[in-house]
């Protein structure tokens, strides 16, 4: 039996290894795969990884790709049905705004540079921001996976208990 995920989880060359390991664990526990497109500013074996996965590695569903092309090739059908969405601190728009659905794809940047300007400006109109004060540069990134996981699977009305 295919694996169907409620979610594609992406990360753009993510680079803190406990971040990663902190959102795979969100991952298991909502039903989503995690994608992680290269470089990667750490190795997949990496202590940190794990130990911020704790146990629950095993069970997550995850791929690494070579790049934005390979993952858009191999996630074609849902981006040209824009169920893409993008998390960025410059959207516009709230991320309460968006109307998730099952097999969306959730992608975000790495920790120090965010998504590249090239996607941004290609899918501007699926962007999405978390609402945070102006003293706050950004959140964490696995703070903002999981709220972002949580108000998709809210919205999709899966049972994930």
Same mark, same amino acid.
């Given at each position: 039996?295919?694996?169907? $995920?409620? &979610?594609?989880?992406?990360?753009?060359? $993510?680079?803190?290894?406990?971040?990663?390991?902190?959102?795979?664990?969100?991952? +298991?526990? +909502?039903? #989503?795969k &995690?994608?992680?497109?290269?470089?990667?500013?750490?190795? *997949?074996? !990496?202590?940190?990884? =794990? =130990?911020?996965?704790? @146990?629950?590695?095993?069970?997550?569903?995850?791929? +690494?790709? !070579?790049?934005? @092309? @390979?993952?858009?090739?191999?996630?074609?059908?849902?981006?040209?049905?824009?169920?893409?969405?993008?998390?960025?601190?410059?959207?516009?728009? &709230?991320?309460?705004?968006?109307?998730?659905?099952?097999?969306?794809?959730?992608?975000f940047g790495?920790?120090?540079?965010?998504?590249?300007? !090239?996607?941004?400006?290609?899918?501007?109109?699926?962007?999405?921001?978390? $609402?945070? =004060?102006?003293? *706050?540069?950004?959140?964490?990134?696995?703070?903002?996976?999981?709220?972002?996981?949580?108000?998709?699977? =809210?919205?999709?009305? #899966?049972?994930?208990?």
């Amino acid at each position: 039996m295919k694996y169907e $995920p409620l &979610l594609h989880v992406v990360l753009y060359q $993510p680079e803190i290894p406990p971040n990663t390991g902190n959102i795979g664990r969100s991952c +298991v526990a +909502v039903g #989503a795969k &995690l994608w992680l497109i290269k470089p990667l500013g750490f190795q *997949v074996n !990496e202590k940190q990884l =794990r =130990r911020a996965g704790l @146990d629950y590695w095993p069970h997550l569903e995850w791929q +690494v790709v !070579e790049s934005w @092309d @390979d993952l858009a090739a191999q996630l074609a059908e849902p981006i040209a049905r824009h169920r893409l969405w993008l998390f960025t601190k410059t959207a516009a728009r &709230l991320y309460t705004s968006a109307a998730f659905e099952k097999g969306d794809i959730l992608l975000f940047g790495s920790e120090s540079a965010g998504l590249p300007h !090239e996607l941004l400006a290609r899918y501007s109109e699926q962007a999405l921001r978390l $609402p945070m =004060r102006p003293q *706050v540069r950004s959140l964490n990134l696995s703070a903002t996976a999981a709220v972002a996981m949580y108000e998709a699977v =809210r919205q999709i009305g #899966a049972s994930i208990s």
